[in-house]
């Protein structure tokens, strides 16, 4: 019997979201080959997920399962990441799902381009009314680490998601995904994959379709100003010292965000303590006409 070599491994890590984890696995399944891998990771799930998970193990010899105690999706994709045997990284949401032929298509491109480390795909934001959006990715410039850094960061001119996104393996060894953060744990990681690999390609053709609940822990505000001190310290701990003046600016956008977030949940006075503070930290961010439109409004408004 000939023995394979892995060429992608998924993982998948889940917590407590047994009611979508049917369709992620089978969109996987769906596409399946001798090259790839599937990596459940279960964070402490209390529903069905271990019921249904165990389905699959028993029907797909290529299907490995592990369950850990709580601790957040950064530490399950971390988890995966360091069982996994293949040479990419895929990583699903256990509320997303594959495209059919999304695989096909980004092992194609690592065959034609065997130096890639990063593979950018087109998705489908799918929201709760049943809106959906194509996402198509943006070719990443050569430029200084300062000034891509900047892109991403700040202007927000350069995005990516997860699920749509195949990711050496090699990379995420070398920049784990920092396990404080309980959300918005990819974001450091990309932010250091487009100053470390020495090849990034996009593709037009739609990878995921990623679905958006109100449940996510993205939507989570607890400790939200802690998390973004947190979340700063993290990006800019991997990244070079020709970055590291950019760290004030960032912060100011996290505050931003905060302050969207808090302008959303109708929270008026916490949403001007953000704004304030962001327009400290830095006007150049704050002054943004997408961000001082809305404070105009917020602090005429009676």
Not at 49 to 66: E, H, L, M, N, P
Not at 253 to 280: E, G, H, K, M, V
Request: proline residues 6%.
């Amino acid at each position: 019997m000939t023995l394979h070599p892995i060429l992608i491994s998924v993982v998948v890590p889940t917590y407590n979201y047994a009611q979508y984890l049917h369709r992620a696995l089978d969109s996987i399944l769906d596409q399946w080959a001798d090259d790839l891998e599937l990596i459940i990771v279960d964070d402490g799930s209390t529903d069905d997920t271990a019921k249904i998970v165990q389905g699959y193990v028993s029907r797909f010899a290529s299907v490995r399962y592990v369950y850990q105690d709580n601790a957040g999706p950064a530490a399950a994709r971390n988890n995966g990441i360091g069982m996994a045997q293949g040479r990419f990284i895929l990583p699903v949401d256990s509320d997303d799902e594959l495209i059919s032929g999304a695989i096909a298509v980004l092992r194609a491109m690592v065959k034609a381009t065997p130096c890639t480390q990063v593979i950018v795909g087109a998705h489908v934001s799918v929201h709760p009314d049943g809106r959906e959006r194509i996402r198509l990715p943006v070719p990443v410039p050569a430029l200084t680490p300062k000034a891509i850094t900047c892109l991403y960061l700040l202007d927000k001119r350069i995005s990516f998601a997860p699920s749509s996104i195949l990711i050496s393996r090699e990379l995420l060894i070398q920049r784990p995904y920092p396990e404080q953060l309980r959300s918005g744990e990819d974001v450091p990681v990309f932010a250091y994959l487009l100053i470390a690999a020495d090849k990034i390609m996009i593709t037009d053709q739609v990878i995921a379709r990623i679905h958006k609940h109100p449940d996510s822990l993205r939507n989570d505000r607890r400790n939200e100003e802690p998390l973004a001190q947190a979340m700063i310290k993290e990006v800019f701990s991997r990244l070079p010292a020709e970055c590291q003046s950019l760290r004030r600016r960032y912060e100011a956008q996290r505050y931003l965000s905060l302050f969207r977030a808090a302008l959303r949940d109708d929270d008026l006075p916490t949403a001007r303590r953000y704004y304030r503070r962001a327009l400290y930290l830095s006007a150049m961010q704050a002054l943004r006409w997408v961000y001082f439109r809305k404070a105009i409004h917020l602090f005429f408004k009676d």
